[in-house]
């Protein structure tokens, strides 16, 4: 049980393109899901906390207008990185959990490289 | 604010030999507290969770950890290494209030030697 998906697993792109990640909650409703980032030998960085059907919470210093989150459903949530540019280039990584419950689930990630 | 500290950024074991990574937090409120492996090139998996029961937690893959209030630790231990143990462990801490603030550490990477 707790299988979160993330789709695509990789995505290369050119700069200035808009590109769409996928992640999805597989056995389980997600009342909220959260979208990381992570650098090559780095921590994970939360950029954002996005509630079903709620405007997402974005952390200090991420850019809402650039990294567009939509939590339409309780198994769906979608980060758009828009305009992306080399320096977006990195391991996105969402994670899900259930309402009322502690633990996140993580999906596989999502790599993308920005030429 | 929670926050969380990880003693050693890369450990090195030799295969058979006990495994301890060790995680401590800070948290104006009651913790729980995870602990999280990472494959390369892979999402994160849960190795096991402190949520206010027993204070020795069992976890996948031989895994443990022990809560020490007093110490403010959930160091994550194992009695034998096994090469496939070899990958980035991440310690969290998140508030008991339907988990929210959840941060992690910075991580620490474990090397298996044959």
């Known amino acids: 049980g707790a299988v979160v998906s993330q789709h695509p697993s990789w995505v290369i792109c050119k700069s200035g393109t808009s590109v769409k990640i996928e992640c999805r909650s597989l056995?389980?409703?997600?009342?909220?899901m959260f979208w990381y980032r992570q650098f090559p030998k780095q921590s994970l960085m939360l950029m954002a906390t996005s509630n079903e059907g709620s405007k997402a919470t974005y952390e200090q210093g991420v850019e809402k207008d650039k990294f567009l989150i939509n939590h339409a459903s309780l198994t769906l949530s979608t980060l758009t990185v828009t305009s992306a540019h080399p320096e977006d280039s990195s391991f996105y990584i969402c994670s899900a959990r259930e309402q009322g419950k502690e633990t996140q689930y993580f999906g596989p990630g999502t790599r993308l490289l920005v030429l | 604010a929670q926050s969380v500290t990880q003693l050693g950024s890369h450990v090195s074991v030799s295969e058979g030999a006990l495994v301890l990574l060790r995680c401590n937090y800070s948290s104006s409120v009651p913790p729980y507290l995870f602990w999280y492996v990472q494959y390369p090139n892979q999402g994160l998996q849960l190795l096991l969770k402190y949520t206010s029961a027993a204070t020795l937690v069992k976890g996948i893959n031989g895994f443990e950890a022990e809560f020490k209030k007093s110490e403010t630790s959930f160091h994550l231990t194992k009695p034998s290494a096994h090469m496939s143990d070899a990958a980035e462990y991440f310690c969290?801490?998140?508030?008991?209030?339907?988990?929210?603030?959840?941060?992690f550490g910075p991580g620490t990477r474990l090397s298996v030697l044959p």
């Open positions: 056995d389980f409703q997600a009342t909220t």
């Open positions: 969290a801490v998140s508030d008991q209030h339907y988990g929210q603030n959840f941060v």
